[in-house]
């Protein structure tokens, strides 16, 4: 029976209030027993921790698993100002910190996937593995429709249910094409969503940002997670960033832009394989694919070139 008790508690859940650098934030953390390094999850824009209660109960329970609310979104109390991705990056290593963690693994899914590609580029020490679901490069990518792109501007979504269910299926495409309610369950009735201030600042935080540049010099190993019918993020960035994240792996699933909790128990599995391989350590970054080329005119050039000095050397050769 103690055994039995112990083993209740390390799987319990805990919710707490945490101020780091002077922001609270709501943060839940669910107790494993496997491995020491937690699996940090970071939340679409305008969504709760909450929302991704499916993903989590799919997990195995003995992988410990901390989630938290955004600044400005569901449980978290507004910032005094706007932040980027670097400050949010930085208030993520104090939560780790505060919670007694070196390093996690970090998944990322939609906007979240943008504080996760910032967060292992900048914060490499404390990021072990990388897992990117249903996200993107930020602004230079491939973008969605215009219509998309509309709706996504607002977070009405996430208050008018009768919107939620006349747009679903357009705007997050998968099983919400076929059964709108999944969408109203997750976004309306498994979550808190961001005030309109708090959506904004969100928003913010991503304007103008891109990894594109430092995806290459990525060590992390890196899963990229995308569904073959997503509206919001085309399947064309996920072989785009696989293209440049140096060793990463791709896996397409067949679902739109909420599959992760619409598909929690097929993608469940795969995350938490991924989570048990063996890293292998990479010393240094791999280069672009094409940089090689640059260098062939030099490579032609270099026997004209020892040909020449050979003529100097030896004039009667001439």
């Known amino acids: 029976m103690k055994l039995l008790r112990r083993s209740a508690a390390r799987h319990e859940v805990t919710n707490e209030l945490i101020s780091i650098d002077g922001q609270p934030l709501n943060v839940s953390v669910r107790h494993g027993d496997r491995d020491p390094v937690p699996l940090l999850l970071i939340n679409g824009i305008g969504a709760s921790l909450e929302a991704l209660q ?11 698993v901390i989630r938290f609310d955004a600044p400005g979104v569901g449980g978290s109390p507004l910032p005094r100002r706007p932040y980027r991705f670097s400050g949010l990056s930085k208030m993520i290593a104090g939560l780790l910190s505060h919670l007694g963690h070196e390093s996690a693994d970090v998944l990322g899914i939609s906007w979240g996937g943008g504080v996760a590609q910032h967060f292992a580029r900048f914060q490499p020490e404390r990021c072990r593995r990388l897992i990117l679901v249903s996200t993107a490069t930020g602004t230079i990518m491939m973008p969605a429709r215009p219509g998309v792109l509309a709706r996504m501007a607002t977070p009405r979504r996430f208050t008018d249910v ?30 808190r969503s961001a005030s309109p201030r708090g959506y904004l600042y969100q928003l913010a935080a991503s304007a103008g940002w891109t990894s594109l540049p430092f995806l290459p010099f990525l060590r992390q190993p890196t899963l990229i997670m995308s569904g073959d019918d997503d509206p919001i993020i085309p399947l064309a960035n996920a072989h785009l960033m696989h293209r440049l994240i140096p060793d990463s792996r791709l896996h397409v699933f067949s679902g739109g832009h909420l599959g992760l909790v619409t598909e929690a128990a097929e993608l469940a599995p795969v995350v938490e394989r991924f989570l048990h391989e063996d890293i292998v350590a990479r010393s240094r970054p791999r280069r672009f694919r ?13 026997p004209r070139r020892r040909a020449r000095l050979r003529r100097r050397a030896n004039p009667a050769s001439r």
Do not use: C, K, Q
Not at 54 to 64: G, I, K, Q, R
Not at 178 to 188: R, S
């Open 290 to 302: 094409h940089w090689p080329a640059t260098l062939e005119p030099e490579r032609r050039a270099r």
């Open 54 to 64: 499916p993903f989590v109960d799919a997990l195995d329970p003995s992988v410990t």
């Open 162 to 191: 009768g919107y939620l269910g006349e747009s679903a299926a357009s705007l997050y495409g998968g099983s919400a094409r076929t059964d709108p309610e999944l969408a109203i369950t997750h976004l309306n009735g498994n979550n």
